[in-house]
């Protein structure tokens, strides 16, 4: 495992990755969303 200095650190790095991925998937499934209910 690697030493880090700060253990709060990779917690927050870990929130962000997964708010980030969270927020892809959403607008990802808004954009098939709204192109299907167009056509």
């Given at each position: 495992m690697p030493t880090v200095?700060?253990?709060r650190s990779p917690t927050l790095y870990v929130t962000?990755?997964?708010y980030f991925d969270f927020c892809r998937f959403?607008?990802?499934f808004i954009v098939v969303f709204?192109?299907?209910d167009e056509f």
């Open positions: 200095p700060n253990p962000v990755l997964i959403l607008l990802a709204l192109g299907r």
